[in-house]
């Protein structure tokens, strides 16, 4: 593992100093900006003895490899991974456990937008496989808005066990295929629950479709085939939202 990480833009530096300011080793931050919401990072990192340095615009861009970083870059331990064991303890804690499961998706922005969309809906936790998946890397927290630091992230060996062993613990897996006939509207998503969202143009691996309770799909009305995988998730994850509130 990397000995540290570099974390940026507003948000996704802010939501560390709140929630594990202890990860933080050194804030960067643009010279010659001066607005409130920089202050409070500035005052927060001060807070906990971290380290503040005043760059050129330059100097930050290098560390992030010319992302949108705001004018903030945080250089922080890595957060620690969560796995089996502990999506196991997250499920027996809810009383009546949401789960978010995307396998295979690959790019860094569309977890971000899902994690952030999880952590609005209330989700537990958001579940990926570790192989030929995207993890939480510095755009996804950036994307996130705070959400990485809020929604517990999973990274699991194997996923089709994975999910057998939430069947064990009372967990319906509910997943999208466009493939299926029945849609999203069709079925009933109060209980306790996974859905299952596939990668992006792929849709999910033969092993996960087999593994799930129930397959749904989305109604397309219009002449495009399929959804961004992140647009997709908030279509169902606030179904499942909208069911659970009726």
């Known amino acids: 593992m990397a000995q540290h990480e570099w974390l940026y833009g507003m948000h996704a530096v802010q939501a560390v100093l709140e929630r594990e300011p202890e990860r933080v ?6 010279k010659g900006r001066n607005d409130d919401r920089l202050g409070d990072v500035i005052n927060q990192a001060r807070r906990f003895g971290v380290s503040v340095q005043f760059c050129h615009r330059k100097a930050l861009d290098d560390k992030v490899d010319g992302e949108q970083h705001q004018g903030v870059v945080a250089k922080a331990k890595p957060a620690r991974v969560l796995d089996e064991s502990d999506l196991a303890a997250i499920v027996e804690a809810a009383q009546r456990p949401f789960l978010l499961i995307l396998d295979g998706v690959t790019d860094p922005h569309n977890l971000g937008a899902c994690l952030r969309t999880a952590d609005a809906a209330g989700v537990n936790a958001v579940v990926v496989p570790k192989d030929k998946s995207v993890g939480l890397t510095s755009t996804a927290r950036k994307v996130a808005c705070g959400a990485a630091e809020t929604v517990p992230f999973v990274q699991v060996t194997n996923l089709a066990r994975t999910l057998k062993s939430l069947q064990d613990q009372g967990v319906w897996i509910i997943g999208t295929a466009g493939e ?5 509207y069709d079925v009933k998503l109060d209980g ?3 859905l299952v969202m596939g990668a992006e143009g792929k849709g999910m691996r033969r092993l996960t479709r087999e593994t799930c309770d129930e397959l749904v799909n989305l109604p397309m009305a219009g002449s495009v085939s399929s959804l961004n995988v992140s647009v997709a998730t908030g279509i169902c994850l606030y179904e499942i939202v909208r069911q659970r509130l009726a």
Do not use: G, I, K, Y
Request: glycine share 0%; net charge negative.
């Open 25 to 30: 080793l050194e804030l960067l931050v643009l």
């Open 180 to 184: 299926t006939s029945q849609t999203l």
């Open 192 to 194: 306790p629950m996974a």
